[in-house]
């Protein structure tokens, strides 16, 4: 099921133009390297399972991280931000990830910076929470 919603997820955000052309490294999990700019990753950070006595319910959160490597740091802001507000889009017209889950939305969006001696480099982090119901 997991494995299954992640990959919906990132099947969503490769259909978005901005992002399929933008993005140049897509991962499902934590990145292995990073040597291409900006790069797209969906990683499953846990979640919670309730049960009511008829019904589980799974709420899993994934988060959706975008990187950004420029020499200037206004141009890394202004990367991620368009390239998290287009996967926030992507992800907001498909609240039932492609059939996966019974429904999903960003609970969270922040952003962190930092310079390098290669430039600045900046993230954004969306937290998509997916609910499933078992009956």
Do not use: C, Q
Not at 4 to 11: M, R
Not at 29 to 55: H, Q
Not at 84 to 98: D, F, G, R
């Amino acid at each position: 099921m997991l494995d299954e919603i992640s990959e919906a997820i990132l099947a969503i955000l490769r259909e978005d133009p901005t992002l399929s052309t933008s993005i140049k490294a897509w991962f499902k999990g934590v990145p292995s390297r990073f040597e291409r700019y900006p790069y797209l990753a969906v990683i499953w950070s846990g979640g919670d399972l309730t049960f009511n006595g008829k019904v589980s319910v799974y709420e899993n959160d994934f988060e959706v991280i975008i990187v950004d490597l420029k020499p200037k740091a206004e141009d890394a802001e202004e990367s991620v931000m368009k390239l998290s507000e287009a996967a926030y889009e992507a992800l907001a017209k498909n609240h039932k990830l492609n059939g996966t889950v019974d429904d999903s939305r960003v609970v969270r969006w922040d952003s962190e910076g930092l310079a390098t001696e290669k430039g600045s480099l900046r993230g954004a982090r969306l937290i998509l929470r997916a609910v499933k119901l078992l009956v």
